[in-house]
């Protein structure tokens, strides 16, 4: 009887430690052809293409894939352009991108469900996990020649890095100004590489480099989720693929996202172009009507001489995964991630992280250090003294990648809005990302 009992106490305990839920209300896939006349006016959603067919055709675009989304179901979800301009390949919705800083969401997301787990608390200091942190530096001063930077002195910082301060961008590490030209002094990877390194080397190399603020101090966009996931790592003694691979992509049933994409599908990854822009622009004269109007500037779209950048997504080693800004995958992949946030944390009837737990996410961490927007852990947070900026609702969250990919999360309208293009840098002067917004809210009955 007491046997029969325990085995039955320890099914149930089994069986709610799963994270499968089948019973939920919110969508739990992507649903393709289903009506959306009671949230669109469909005679103003074809504007969507006409704008982005535009772009493609004045080349100051290389390629788009829009996809817009309303409560699961998929509104909008097209190509235009060029997969390889000079080979005449079109793009295809289903075509692979570098989506750089978007990785950082998924890594955060995932990195989150270890807190969930009690594994690691936010407020704790990083050196906790990763001596290397134990004496952080902050420059005070140093001697410019020609670029070349000598005599640092730095002082001791004031405080301990956090976790907390990590996941907010306000731990002091930086990689803007002087930064920029340290990293390489450092033998930091710039995003990512090709050379046969680790993310456990790399996060060494990130904690010799001096902080440029104390800790908790300023927000500075920078390297720190990679440390996360080095965390993450040395917690789970796993790679940090796996970790988002078990915890986020497979449970979202993200089967075309990868830190290196495989043989088989390299054919899909969009080749990486630039708009390099003229000091000078043309004659609005001389240019065609459309374009006069629109005030097209001189320039040419060429592919992309950076073979880091080019090439990373099928000719780095596999050794070194970037946490921060290394992934590659297709747009409706992300919008499967997207929708798992909005639906609270499930998809795929599974709960990927707590509802709770978003709602922490979503909030202001970094009070007024970032100006007119906020951060949370992951993402924008409109402050709704500013909010009168954009036309995306207050309560939303929003990221990109420097490739130029972007996402919406609107939770008041239920809405995904997400573009992908690879165009680094783009000089044209057209903000694709704002007028993909513009574009579909304008549509909203």
Known sequence: MKRSLCIAVLTCVLFASCSVESDTSAPQH???????????????LPLIDSAFQRYVDMEVLPQAVTMVVHKGRVVHCKAFGWRDRENNIPCRTDDIFRIASQTKAISVVAFMTLVEEGLIQLDEPVKKYLPEFASPQVLVSYRDANGQYTDIVTRPAKRDITIRHLITHTSGICYDGIFDRLQYDYEIAPHNTLDSLTLAENVRHIAQMPLRCD?????????????????AEVVTAQDFYTIIKERV?????????YFLVPPEKTDRVVKLYSYLRDMTDTDASALPHSDA????????????????????????????????????????????FCQMILNGGTFNNRRIIGRKTLEMMQKNGVGNMRGELGFGMAWDVFRPE???????????????????????????????????????????GYNAKTMMHNVTYQALK
Request: proline share 5%; aromatic share 12%.
């Open 249 to 257: 992509l497979d449970p979202c049933d993200m089967r075309d996202t």
């Open 30 to 44: 992507l649903i393709y052809g289903a009506d959306v006349s009671d949230a669109f006016y469909l005679d103003r």
């Open 293 to 336: 109007r629109l005030g097209r500037p001189q320039g040419q779209l060429v592919l992309s001489d950076n073979q880091l950048y080019q090439t990373f997504p099928y000719a780095a080693t596999g050794t070194y995964c970037s946490p921060s800004s290394g992934l590659c995958g297709t747009i409706e992949d992300y919008a499967k």
């Open 215 to 231: 800790p908790g101090e300023e927000f500075n966009y920078c390297y720190n989720i990679d440390i996360l996931g080095r965390i």
């Open 386 to 428: 500013n909010a009168h900026n954009t036309v995306i609702s207050e309560g939303s969250m929003r990221w990109g990648g420097m490739f130029g990919t972007d996402y919406v999360i609107d939770p008041q309208e239920e809405l995904l809005i997400l573009l992908y293009t690879n165009c680094l840098p783009n000089l044209s």
